[in-house]
């Protein structure tokens, strides 16, 4: 399992930057603020994404794309419980895997082995054949919404 102290913290700033979100890096063993699992999971409340140097990279990416994938007003009211309906949450997984790829040292294929590591559940059994073959329609929630284009690389934009 990757851990956001595995990564360098400048380039993770770079990703969520990109989308006006902030990381704040609490203290070993703290409460996340935000979190919905607890425990080492990454929280969120507003624009703001919470992490311990324990958080699985997995985790931050996470709920960093739900505050990408939520509306503009759910995301005005953010704290710790992202919402969102089963589409939304398949686009959130999808989002995750792709913006992997623009933190240096993680990447696509790392994180979906962390995804299976860490249970997420998909039809087809694993993260990777899930996203190769079953993703179709978190794929068009995220162009319907703007955020991936055409050629499915992200925007960089927030849903509105």
């Not at 992202?82 to 686009?91: H, K």
Request: a negative charge.
């Amino acid at each position: 399992m990757l851990f956001v102290s595995d990564v360098s913290r400048a380039a993770i700033d770079r990703l969520l930057l990109r989308y006006d979100l902030e990381l704040v890096q609490q203290p070993s063993g703290a409460a996340i603020s935000g979190s919905f699992w607890g425990d080492s999971e990454a929280g969120i409340i507003g624009r703001k994404v919470y992490v311990r140097p324990d958080t699985p990279i997995h985790s931050m990416l996470h709920e960093a794309s739900h505050v990408i994938c939520m509306t503009a007003d759910r995301r005005m009211g953010l704290d710790r419980d992202a919402g969102g309906d089963d589409l939304e949450e398949s686009a959130v997984c999808y989002l995750q895997v792709v913006l992997a790829d623009y933190i240096e040292g993680v990447g696509r294929a790392r994180l979906m082995r962390d995804m299976d590591a860490w249970g997420y559940s998909f039809r087809l059994g694993n993260t990777r054949d899930w996203f190769q073959n079953d993703a179709e329609d978190a794929v068009e929630f995220l162009k319907n919404h703007g955020l991936l284009n055409a050629e499915g690389k992200p925007t960089f934009q927030l849903r509105q």
